[in-house]
């Protein structure tokens, strides 16, 4: 079942398009505020745009400020499920009876509605809680309980809404491997904030930034050579922007960043992105001389433990350094320093 959304609302500063293929899953990624949240509300009915259109499997969900007229079919008749990051499940039912409901709403026989509520619990992994209400399950179960709840309704179209969110680091992954599971071959809209979401549940990535998608494509290829800002920091990579001239990605401030070309070279004055990752930068409290080197003058703004090591991040560049050289050099926020990357450990591609 296929998606199309084209849309705007004014208030918000979003405006959007996207298509989602029968069978995919699209991960949407973004800061806080980008506009994630609202492209769900308006897909799930939720939301009503100033302009646009909301199309599912050749269905029109929603046509407003077009000619023509005017469409906006409520959220219980677009068969479209929204998975939040609480489960919200009834708590006086079972959760059996919680995965029942759907069917049960659609006018299905009572002992139809649970086989087919008992076969979903079987297929998310907890069969043998059917008979529990919310209360007397974990997180983790729960929101297994919610994501059958979901399937349940067999909706054309599944919206996941930081599906790990409220999990327990320790539960995260088991949900995920159940969600790339029942997940395959339908199609869905997932928001996240973590990689590991979409590299394993999303077959294409659509970063979004001040309201307007900044960035698409395969999962694999967005993560491993972004071109936003956010889908770098997302990926752990260093991302420097500028133009291509002279062997380097040059820079607005008259800097520049010597790299190793990945594919085809960008053309002599074209948009360049200069990715690097964090643990190839070194700190120093002094501009050093030697070997071709980068190097990028900085003020630090953060420090923080990141497991054995140290992330120090000024502006949109970071450095992992151990504790103890952060100690000498007496890496504090507002102290002035060089991070220094080999052009060797620098890819470099068009932007």
Not at 70 to 89: F, G, I, N, T
Not at 101 to 118: E, K, N, T, Y
Not at 309 to 329: C, I, K, S
Request: charged residues 25%; glycine residues 10%; proline residues 6%.
């Amino acid at each position: 079942m296929s998606l199309s959304v084209s849309f705007t609302v004014a208030e918000r500063d979003v405006e959007v398009s996207l298509d989602v293929a029968a069978g995919e899953t699209v991960a949407l990624l973004g800061p806080n505020g980008a506009g994630k949240s609202t492209v769900l509300n308006v897909v799930a009915g939720l939301l009503r745009p100033d302009r646009g259109r909301v199309e599912l499997a050749g269905r029109t969900l929603t046509s407003v400020g077009r000619p023509g007229r005017r469409v906006d079919v409520a959220p219980h008749r677009r068969r479209v499920a929204l998975l939040a990051q609480e489960p919200l499940l009834f708590p006086h039912l079972s959760a059996l009876d919680n995965v029942a409901f759907g069917p049960r709403s659609a006018g299905v026989g009572r002992a139809a509605a649970r086989r087919r509520a008992q076969e979903l619990l079987d297929e998310v992994g907890i069969g043998e809680l059917g008979d529990r209400r919310p209360r007397q399950v974990s997180g983790g179960q729960a929101q297994r309980a919610a994501v059958a709840r979901a399937l349940a309704a067999d909706p054309d179209l599944l919206l996941l809404d930081e599906p790990m969110a409220a999990l327990d680091i320790a539960v995260a992954p088991a949900l995920r491997q159940t969600l790339r599971r029942v997940l395959a071959e339908r199609t869905c809209v997932v928001v996240t904030h973590d990689v590991l979401d979409a590299l394993l549940l999303a077959d294409r990535v659509l970063v979004l930034d001040g309201g307007r998608v900044v960035e698409a494509g395969a999962s694999r290829d967005v993560l491993t050579r972004p071109r936003s800002a956010f889908a770098a920091r997302l990926a752990g990579l260093n991302l420097v922007v500028g133009r291509w001239r002279d062997g380097a990605v040059t820079l607005d401030d008259g800097g520049a960043v010597a790299g190793q070309g990945v594919g085809e070279a960008p053309a002599d004055g074209a948009p360049a992105i200069a990715v690097f990752r964090p643990t190839a930068v070194a700190v120093y409290p002094e501009a050093p001389h030697g070997s071709p080197r980068n190097v990028v003058p900085v003020v630090i703004e953060q420090v923080e433990p990141l497991g054995d090591l140290v992330r120090v991040r000024a502006g949109d560049l970071g450095a992992d350094v151990t504790p103890q050289a952060a100690a000498e050099l007496e890496l504090v926020p507002g102290a002035r320093g060089f991070f220094v990357v080999k052009a060797t450990e620098v890819e470099v591609y068009g932007a």
